[in-house]
DNA sequence: AATACGGGGGT
DNA sequence: ACCCCAGTATT
């Protein structure tokens, strides 16, 4: 066997750094035998077919653990397999997906299982290659996939995979750079199909590397070394540098939106718009709403245009939501309008129970849409 | 190479 | 406040 060693690694990622004088083997045994007693229990790892790990993976994307495990659930008995997801309206599969984020993930996993029905018969593909073809999977998902439920000897690098190899070489890239991240996935496909010859199981070492990742060599804090399996030859912990590694380039701040909503209301119905195909929150349900700061007149004014009859108007408490690029500062009003008013085409005007249980709104409404909720319940 | 795209939890 | 999260698509 190719005698691999460590230094290659660094070499290959990033051409910067350190040399680490010890072989790769043991990396890797380590790192597995650590996962042997440190594995989580998760819903999706009992059994890891590939639709469960497509569904949760793509749920994981840019989300946590702990978010993803009610979703994960609710979706799996909902839609449990690639035939009921091609299948699935739009309305449904956004509600099952909703407070959850990123909407274009479910809307492209519905596309996905569309095209899998019909490329591949319904069975999810088990390369890279034929993986990377399908919406919403990209480099990360596609190597998870083909690792975890198909044990094929390819990456997945993901945030976790990226800090703990910048940390164990002390390599101090910018992690934000595209080119960092394909070289770390070029060097450790390498290594990977060296070393399956060797002792490496590509479903665990890739799940171990990520576990390691969230429950030991962590994102916000400080990590726990005395636990990793690597402690005695982390480079950035004898070097001291677990402060300074990984670098990341911070994002640039947000821009702030005022927003006028309202709550458009009579005895038992409510008004809701469903939000453009493309865009933030695409394809969503919102509660009326308009740029801008709108006085108490203006408000009823465009109450009004929108085909409603206003009977009484009052201003609710202010509210804000944060995206990722954007900050809204919501000012809203509550309006009780006639009940045979009759809004423009484009507005739904349903029972408030029906609207909670058939469309999903975004957590961006919550300070208003929770209300309507508890009316509800009681 | 940048930017859009959610929402929530940690420090 | 700021960071980050089992990232991807688009520009």
Not at 63 to 85: I, S
Not at 166 to 178: H, L, N, T
Request: net charge neutral; glycine share 6%.
């Amino acid at each position: 066997m190719v005698d691999l060693r460590f230094r290659d690694i660094v070499r290959f990622s990033c051409g910067c750094n350190m040399v680490a004088d010890f072989e790769l083997k043991k990396l890797v045994k380590p790192l597995q035998d650590w996962f042997d007693g440190h594995a989580r229990v998760l819903p999706w790892r009992d059994d890891p077919k590939a639709y469960k790990v497509w569904i949760s993976e793509i749920m994981l994307q840019q989300t946590r653990v702990e978010a993803v495990k009610p979703y994960f659930a609710r979706f799996m008995e909902a839609l449990p397999d690639v035939e009921a997801l091609a299948a699935c309206p739009e309305d449904r599969y956004l509600k099952l997906w909703e407070g959850l984020g990123y909407y274009n993930r479910v809307r492209n996993l519905h596309a996905a299982a569309e095209q899998i029905m019909e490329q591949y018969g319904g069975t999810i593909p088990d390369t890279v290659e034929e993986l990377l073809r399908l919406k919403g999977i990209g480099s990360y998902t596609a190597g998870a996939i083909a690792s975890i439920a198909y044990n094929r000897p390819v990456p997945a690098v993901d945030g976790n995979v990226l800090r703990v190899i910048s940390r164990v070489c002390a390599d101090d890239s910018d992690i934000m750079k595209q080119s960092v991240r394909s070289a770390m996935e070029r060097s450790l496909q390498a290594m990977m199909e060296t070393e399956v010859t060797n002792g490496l199981i590509p479903r665990k070492f890739n799940q171990a590397l990520m576990e390691l990742g969230a429950m030991v060599c962590v994102p916000n804090g400080a990590p726990h070394c005395p636990e990793c399996p690597w402690y005695g030859f982390c480079e950035a912990r004898l070097q001291d540098k677990i402060d300074t590694i990984p670098v990341k380039t911070r994002a640039k701040a947000r821009r702030i939106e005022e927003r006028t909503v309202f709550v458009i209301r009579d005895g038992e119905h409510v008004a809701l718009r469903k939000r453009p195909a493309k865009g933030l929150l695409a394809g969503l349900y919102e509660l009326l709403n308009v740029s801008g700061i709108l006085e108490q007149q203006e408000a009823l004014e465009y109450v009004k245009n929108q085909g409603f009859s206003p009977i009484r108007i009052q201003a609710l408490a202010p509210a804000r939501h944060i995206f990722s690029h954007v900050e809204w500062h919501m000012h809203a009003y509550v309006v009780l309008v006639e009940e045979t008013t009759a809004p423009k085409e484009n507005i739904l005007f349903t029972e408030a129970q029906k609207a909670v249980e058939n469309y999903a709104v975004p957590s961006a409404f919550s300070a208003y849409w929770n209300a309507i909720k508890m009316e509800i319940k009681e």
